[in-house]
């Protein structure tokens, strides 16, 4: 059973909610997208099963994880975490990596990422559906002037263009140790019209280049 501050400032009462470990990386698979309990545990190693039931059932009666049938996804008030995430994420760029890391079971992990860098720079007027293959697995992008932006765990039905690359290669790219131009020629496979080749090119070069920038540096 986790502890409340119990106090009046707004940053512990957040904390209440998902200050506990795991219960941040919990949200942020989720941000991909719906998940069964076994797909936690594949993504998530070194969290026990009871740990993980504790944490989700916390997340659930505060409301920020809803629960149906076998599948778990984020309320409304949930995807309010998207912005912790990302200032998280650009925090955690600033500190060198552990030299022990442990390889997650799956690439959800991009899509929370992904999807605050691009809205970032795609223009308001681009419309686009593609398909990101990172290591063998699919990530819909979705960008439009009615719906925004969307990124989600799994291949769209019928995106404009397939992008294959590979995750590391890409966060190089993203943190400035490998050029764009290299990026482009060495790590990625484009199918589709050249039209949206170009279109998605394009965009994702604002993300590499200006997406994952932090705006205070």
Known sequence: MSRSYRLLCPIA????????????????????????????????????????????QKLQSDGLVEQDGQQYSLTELGTRTQRVLWELALLGGLFPPDDDLKQPGHLRLVAVTLRAAIRRVARPDLELTAELILDGESFTIDVSPERGVEVVYGAPDAPDVVATSSYEPMMAAAAGDVSLEDFRAEHVRLEGSTAMQQRFAELMGLVMTQGFADPDA
């Open 13 to 56: 009462r957040s904390l209440d909610r998902v200050g506990d470990r795991w219960t941040l990386l919990i949200l942020r698979d989720l941000h991909a997208g719906p998940m069964r309990y076994g797909d936690f545990l594949a993504g998530l190693p070194g969290i026990a099963s009871n740990l993980l039931a504790t944490r989700l």
